[in-house]
């Protein structure tokens, strides 16, 4: 299963608001700068996710979007299909039961290694949320903003 840019995209543009959570509204420049996502796309990914509850706008000069619950109650599943959709690793095991059109599927070989596919990518994607990422992040690592170690000098001499 390949994962689109806009799945990417707005797991990651979650992911800057999980970051700024609690410090007000985040403009869409900030969270592009945040993200690493052209402005033009996330304006476009973010209409979703409002209209889904998962984020609000609020207007003004200081205006901007804001998570509607705390990180830790976001799962990155819910942002996942929202962006693209049922997890479907393969048509005929789509958690979409209309998607599974195939007429192999009773008596099919394969379809027990796809289910578990479908199984395990669901398991992950709805046991993270949005708070495990943020706290998971390498730069909320201690000592992830210290400055790196100065060289050890001697005082001796160098032999010439």
Known sequence: MKVSSRGEYGVRA???????HGQGPMSIAAMSKASAIPMSYLEQLIGPLRRAG???STRGARGGYTLTRDPSEVRVGEVYRIMEGPVAPMDCVSEDLTDQT????????????????RDAIVTTLDSTTLGD???????????????????????AASPD
Not at 14 to 20: C, R, S
């Open 54 to 56: 998962l984020v609000k």
């Open 102 to 117: 195939c007429p192999l599927i009773e008596g099919c070989e394969t379809r027990p290694v796809w289910l578990r596919v």
């Open 14 to 20: 979650m992911v800057a608001l999980a970051k700024n």
């Open 133 to 155: 990422l943020v706290a998971q992040s390498p730069n909320n690592r201690p000592g992830a903003d210290a400055p790196a170690a100065a060289p050890a000098h001697s005082d």
